[in-house]
């Protein structure tokens, strides 16, 4: 069955620190990932999908099909980036599964 | 375009009356999809469409819940009787064909007392 995990609820770090929010899937086929965030009083909106292979806002995500992982990184963190983030997966871009998200604090 | 159009923003209830939550998707996209959100379980998909015609409707929690889609411009997420257990917010989307992006709306937050 298809599933997507977000292990951490809650992640906090200090502006200017390296962070990862980690997601780790199952799926038979060979799906799609995407970040997707929702900052304080906007929309979720996509942030990232791997099949661009593109750094937005200075976030990367690489897909470790081996260990079925698709963690997002940013080697700097900056106060804007606090927000929800969503990892998610589709098999064939009409139907997409998502975690149950991480909130991301970074202080100043 | 103004995106997704979602209504009410906001509906406070009390157990066992129905609720309507409605959705605008953007004009020309294929794919509406209605989702719940909670601390607890985070996205849920509860049920897709595709050219108005429901394709999955697997997480749609119990026969309380119902959507439709009458027109490409328009879905209700439909509960009755509502309960305290179905406060959540819940997200319309939106997709076009072969974008691969999901358009949100602003979320209905829902709360039955």
């Known amino acids: 069955a298809q599933r997507v995990t977000q292990p951490e609820k809650l992640l906090s770090v200090f502006k200017g620190a390296p962070v990862e929010l980690k997601c780790n899937y199952s799926?038979?086929?060979?799906?799609?990932l995407f970040w997707y965030v929702q900052y304080s009083r906007q929309r979720l909106q996509l942030l990232l999908r791997?099949?661009s292979r593109e750094s937005i806002k200075g976030f990367t995500a690489d897909l470790n099909k081996g260990e079925t992982s698709f963690h997002l990184k940013k080697p700097f963190a900056q106060e804007e980036d606090s927000a929800m983030y969503y990892c998610?997966?589709?098999?064939?871009?009409?139907?997409?599964?998502f975690g149950s998200g991480t909130k991301l604090n970074v202080k100043p | 375009d103004a995106g997704v159009i979602q209504s009410p923003r906001h509906e406070v209830t009390e157990m066992g009356q129905e609720v309507t939550l409605r959705c605008k998707p953007i004009?020309?996209?294929?794919?509406l999809f209605w989702y719940r959100q909670t601390m607890m379980r985070g996205l849920e998909l509860l049920i897709y469409?595709?050219?108005?015609?429901?394709?999955?409707d697997s997480g749609m929690p119990e026969d309380r819940f119902s959507a439709k889609m009458p027109n490409a411009s328009f879905s209700t997420l439909k509960i009755q009787p509502s309960e305290p257990r179905d406060s959540a917010v819940y997200f319309c989307?939106?997709?076009?064909?072969?974008?691969?992006?999901?358009?949100f709306g602003e979320g209905s937050r829902l709360t039955v007392l």
């Open positions: 998610a997966l589709s098999g064939n871009f009409n139907k997409f599964y």
């Open positions: 799926y038979s086929g060979s799906p799609e």
């Open positions: 791997h099949i």
């Open positions: 004009s020309g996209h294929d794919y």
């Open positions: 469409f595709n050219n108005n015609v429901p394709i999955d």
């Open positions: 989307a939106s997709m076009g064909q072969g974008i691969g992006e999901l358009f």
